[in-house]
Every structure is written in structure tokens, then in C-alpha cells.
């Protein structure tokens, strides 16, 4: 195979300590999806002679490349500068499909057509990436490299325009959690090749996903020039099952697209600079970003008012944006219609049947915000109670609704229950708002899905309510962004599949 044609190979990195376990480990990477190996040498406990260089690259069952990194640029080889090298050269001489060198080091003695030359900055992206990437691209070697620290998404986006800008063959990653979307984009914008560790706990430098999650979890075999790109903005943002979800729905529909996590800290500022980055990039092919904590209210002050719907902004915050063909953007909040739809498909009911109807809202943050938002528009009596009562009586006001403390839920006239508090949440799971359902209560709704079945809707299950998981919001909320962006029907069951596997619950019936 030759990397340098055709799609952008998954390169495992292998790290063992025995050259027997390094082998061992090339067909463990060939099974689970990997196109090429590089062997770090300096991670072996012994510098390899001759006879360890052989078994390991005669007759390899994918090409290596051979990797003796100095300790300068992240590597571990104990011993000196010619040492090193020469231990590169015989690899070479031996069969090394390529062999990696950094760009200060001597490569004498290294065939160009198989040299891969190389430079790492494990502090942050360097100011003088464009004369690094210069030199890269004028210097003999077959492949150029650059990896660097990434502080922001911003930096994870400058290495993707490294790809696009290069004549010569080209692997350019931003390392750490945020520079995560260098790595699962780089088939797109047509990369020598990318990284993907054997598992989790074998990466060779910062942010490696795994191979398992690069060609399950992100579509890699499916990506292509064409495809468009959305993702996931939050901090933290690593816990997140959307791109479980959302890539396991456009895999059922064959729609041509990948959603990525992004790391993005707290602060108007921090959006900004990544939208404004994003939009200034129209070949990035983005269409679109689902918003969580702490970016809602950002999100929607970024956009402005005159692109959101009336109920996102009365609610104050957007879950949703969409990057339009023309450079517009737009956002909409998802969370109110996806909590109404579940509530009203448990109760058999339309939206507009909720006019009339008493409902208990628990909580007064934001989910809470967007669920008294949906329910006031469509008429509904709600009460909010909250342990803190000023809260509780802040968001009533803004909705012409009534409210109370919390331990005035218990003896509540409300027909509906909603929890909108993170009270019964995995780790703590026999938490629970209430310690009674009201006796007027018929059905109880918690907006929690880790557990499926929280503490609440045991007891609610017990006082024969009806009971409505958190898992049914989620799965909406998600198929509202798919359907936004798309414009097609989402694969609803294969959503929920997804999100009960990654619970490791049973289907609920």
C-alpha cells in the first residue's frame, strides 16, 4: 500500500517495552482497523540491535513506520545522538517503510522517498507554524509532520490549514483534548495519515482516540472531501453521547456527515473567537453545533435575536446552531419541544391538550427555563418550587406562573411532576426531590437519563403514576438538531439504541 495515494491511512502507534509484544501488537492493530504501525523504538526497555530491528519489520503484516524519538521532542531513547540515528538507519536499511526523523536531527544516510521528517512543540502552537511548515515542504524528505500543543479548538483549526495549504504529503495534529478535531478531520482534508492508539491508555502524545472510536464512533472509512462537518460545544465536552448518537444517525440515513466534540471554555469570548474562526473557513463544509453547558446563553447572544425563533429567546438560551450555505448562521433551542413531546407522547396527548393542565416544575435552572417556556406557551398552570425560593419566584415571574420552596412539591395539586434538578443523578442514584408523589399527581417526568430509572420514578412507579425518563428528552432533543440540519426525519429507534447501549441498559420496551 502507499499511503501517499488515495485515502488518509489510520496509523497505530506501538508502545511496548518488548520488541516480541511490539510485533504481537502490529496484528492486533491490522484486526482492529489500522493501515499502517509506527513502532516507537525509543519506547522499547532495551535500544534494538540489528536482530530485534529484523524480527520486527520482515515480512510486517502492515508498513511501519520506524519512530527513535529524542527525549527533546517527547521521546525516551536513553541513549546518545549517533546512537540514535544509527538505529533509524539500519531500521531504514532493514525494510522501514518510512522512517521518522526530526527536522534538527541529521539525515544523512536516510533514503528521501522514505524519510518522514518531523517536529513536535508540546507547549502550544508555535508563532512560527507557516516558516516550520515552510521549510517542511521544501525540504527532500517524501513527508513532512508537525504536531503541536493545542490551547483552543482556534489552534486544532490553524493544523487543519495546514493540510489544506500543502503541495508535499502531510500529517499536521493539534495535540490535547482541544485539538481533538485535527485528528478526526484529517481524511477529509486529505492527510498522509493520522494517529489512533491500540486503547485507551496506549497513546503515543495527548488527545489520541482509540482506533474502536475512530471507525465506530466517527465514520472514518466514510469520510470524504464532500463530507459536512458538525459538532458538540461544551467544557467539559468528553463525557458527551452525542457523537455516539448523531454519527450512528447519519450512518443509518447514509447522509455524508461527522460529529466531532468540542473543548470550549467558559466565556462570550472563548465562542466567539471559535465561531468567527469557523465561519471564516467556509471549506470547512460546517453545518452545524449542538450547545451545552456552559455556551447556551452564549450562543444565543452570538447569533442575535433577529436569528432565533420567538420561544429560544424568551426561553434566553439556544442549544442549537445552523451555519447556512450563504454564511448566515441561526439558533433554536431544542430542549423545550423535546421535553414537551415526551411528556406528551407518555400522556397520549397533543401539545395543545396541555392548555389547562396543572404542572409541578422542579427546579429552576436552565432545563427548567425551557421546559416553563414550552409549557406557559402552550397554556399549561405551572408552579415552580425550588429550595431556593427567590430562584423559583425569578423564573415564575418571567412566565406569569406560580411558585413555591421545594418542600411545598410534596403537597402540590399538580397533575404533571417534572424534575429539572440534577437530584438522583449518577453518582448519586438513590437521591430524589420529593420523598412523596402528591396524591393529584398522574404522571411524573425526569429529565435525568444516568439513571434511567431514577429514585423518583421508582417511587412515582410505585404510587401508579405514569412514568416519563429523561432519555425520551434526550433522544428528541437530539432528533430536533438532525431534523434541523438535514431537513429529513431522523432514525428515532437507532438514536434510542444508541443511547440505551451507552447506558448499558436493556431497551425499555
Known sequence: ??????????????????????????RQARDQGAEMVECRLDMLAVPPDEQTLRMLLTDAPLPVIATNRAQHQGG????????????????????ADYVDIEMDADADGLPPERTLLSHHDFSCCPDDLDEICRKLQASPAAVGKIAFAAGSCEDALRALDVLRGSAKPMISLAMAESGLLSRLLARKFGAFGTFASLAEGAESA???????????RYRWRRQGPDTRVYGVIGFPVGHSMSPDILNAAFDAAGHDGTYVPLLVRPGYETLERLLDAIRSRPWLDWRGLSVTLPHKENALAYVGPANCDELTLQIGAANTI???????????????????????????????DLAGTRVGIIGAGGVARAIVA?????GAEVTVYNRTVIRA???AAEFSCMHGGLDEAERASAEVIVNCTPLGMHPEPNATPLRRIPPSTRTVFDTIYNPIRTKLLRQAAEAGCRTVTGVDMFVNQAAAQYEVWTGKPAPREIMRDVVLEQLGAEPLG
Open 322 to 352: 445552523t451555519f447556512d450555505e450563504d454564511g448566515s448562521v441561526r439558533a433554536t433551542n431544542t430542549d423545550y419541544a423535546a421535553a414537551l413531546d415526551a411528556l406528551c407522547g407518555a400522556m397520549e396527548i397533543t401539545r395543545e
Open 206 to 216: 495527548p488527545g489520541q482516540p482509540t482506533l474502536e472510536q475512530f471507525v465506530q
Open 76 to 95: 525516551r531513547f536513553p541513549g546518545d545522538e549517533r546512537r540514535r540515528l544509527e538505529v533509524l538507519r539500519t531500521a531504514a536499511k532493514l525494510g
Open 1 to 26: 500500500m502507499d499511503p501517499t495515494q488515495g485515502s488518509t491511512p489510520l496509523i497505530c502507534p506501538l508502545t511496548a517495552a518488548d520488541p516480541q509484544v511490539m510485533r504481537a501488537q502490529m
Open 393 to 395: 419566584h425569578q423564573l
Open 374 to 378: 414550552g409549557l406557559a406557551h402552550y
